[in-house]
């Protein structure tokens, strides 16, 4: 049903926790089920993420969704984060039933509210 790589994040997440620092930080809320996703980053001031950190209270998608995304972007310019498409988290985790396609936009929609806090946002208008 889930590829392999799904199953590796969801029992072995990256960076599953709330950091004790953090710059900037974006909650959402699937409003069709109860899936909530918490992402947390620190910036470098070259524009490079140095930290970023997941909570969620969610299904096996939506968590290892996260915790692909926070492997993939720790040490990435915010501009890469910024072109990340939401296919391209889908490509990474492998097929998902229809009915959690949920997943991948709850995660996508944490990110582009993440790029968008100050603290970050000032790298995407260069």
Not at 21 to 46: G, W
Not at 56 to 84: I, Y
Not at 98 to 125: F, M, R, S
């Amino acid at each position: 049903m889930y590829s392999e790589t799904l199953w590796d994040h969801y029992h072995s997440p990256y960076n599953n926790h709330k950091p004790t620092q953090f710059e900037a930080r974006a909650r959402k809320v699937n409003p069709i089920c109860p899936d909530i996703l918490e992402l947390f980053a620190q910036v470098q001031t070259s524009g490079r993420i140095a930290e970023i950190y997941f909570l969620a209270e969610a299904c096996p998608p939506v968590l290892a969704v996260a915790s692909l995304l926070c492997r993939w972007a720790q040490g990435r310019e915010v501009l890469e984060l910024a072109r990340l498409k939401q296919q391209d988290l889908a490509d990474w985790i492998g097929p998902l039933p229809p009915n959690k396609g949920h997943a991948l936009l709850l995660v996508h929609l944490a990110l582009q509210e993440l790029l968008a806090e100050p603290a970050i946002k000032v790298y995407t208008d260069k």
